[in-house]
């Protein structure tokens, strides 16, 4: 049995969304979640049910024989549940709240169980169960970056390369492949996501072999016309010399994951000499941005 440990914050604090994360991942999580008071309210799991308003909770889920101390989560951190759980059992419990979703112009996400799509034309499809990696398009972050690469992505003459660091669940390699994007390459160092990835690659009949690695960053040779990274700013700004170094002059070098409350600061502070800025986007408390490589 894995565990999932929920924290509880004021949501007017939300730039300690970003320190949480870190911090339960520092500690050892598999992967994260953040709910507030409208995140699926009919959600009646107790006491990992959505928090009061007012209040943002983060949720930390750690392997079975992790050991986590919750003090160095930071201080004036509330513990709201501690438990074990059955991540199956978990999944079908989403299944109730997990519907087709179309998150941009010609992207559908839909899960496995559910075939009936929402009226209107779906030009790309994907298929994608709710999972410990991240990533199933419902999520702020994940849309931005799909809007923004379904608006980018569009073949004229020849199709772009894509490198995606932080993969994940493989949606946005996945997403790329499909709008016609080709050299892909998908870049995570955590092995389940990766093998994750693998298997969302083969579920969705995807030319062979799949795109991922654990590879890090620093170690990738090559440039891509579109480098993508969806993850937290503590995690971005590490990799951002990489992340500007694999990018292809001409290129756009694509960022999500941030809250808009850093967006000004980071931007003042990674654009540099190498990139113009082209444009940023809000969905909700966060954004994403996007720079031209000169």
Do not use: Y
């Not at 507030?36 to 079975?64: H, K, M, N, Q």
């Not at 799509?117 to 994940?142: E, I, K």
């Not at 990835?197 to 799949?210: I, K, M, Q, R």
């Amino acid at each position: 049995m894995w565990k999932r440990i929920q924290v509880r914050i004021p949501s007017e604090q939300p730039e300690t969304i970003d320190d949480l994360v870190t911090a339960l991942w520092d500690a050892g999580a598999k992967g994260t979640e953040v709910r507030d008071a409208e995140t699926w309210c009919g959600l009646l799991e107790s006491p990992f049910r959505p928090p009061p308003a007012g209040s943002t909770d983060v949720i930390g889920f750690f392997p079975p024989d992790a050991t986590v101390a919750l003090e160095q989560l930071g201080p004036g951190v509330h513990c709201v549940a501690q438990e074990h759980f059955d991540p199956d059992a978990w999944m079908n419990g989403w299944k109730q709240f997990f519907r087709p979703t179309r998150v941009s112009t010609r992207v559908t996400v839909r899960p496995s169980w559910e075939e009936k799509l929402p009226s209107g034309t779906h030009d790309v499809v994907l298929v994608l169960d709710p999972g410990m990696a991240f990533g199933t398009g419902t999520h702020a972050t994940t849309r931005l970056c799909i809007q923004l690469m379904d608006e980018r992505l569009v073949p004229t003459g020849t199709a772009p390369s894509l490198l995606d660091v932080g993969s994940g669940s493989g949606i946005l390699t996945m997403t790329a492949q499909k709008l016609g994007a080709v050299e892909l390459l998908g870049l995570d160092i955590d092995p389940d996501a990766v093998r994750t990835a693998h298997e969302n690659w083969l579920s969705n009949d995807l030319p062979t072999p799949a795109p991922f690695a654990t590879t890090p960053l620093a170690k990738i040779s090559g440039s891509w016309d579109v480098v993508v990274a969806n993850m937290i700013s503590s995690r971005l700004k590490p990799l951002w010399k990489d992340l500007v170094r694999t990018c292809r002059p001409g290129g756009v070098l694509l960022v999500s994951g941030l809250l808009t409350s850093e967006r000004d600061q980071f931007i003042a502070e990674m654009k540099g000499s190498e990139l113009t800025l082209l444009e940023h986007r809000t969905d909700g408390e966060w954004c994403a941005i996007c720079f031209e490589k000169r």
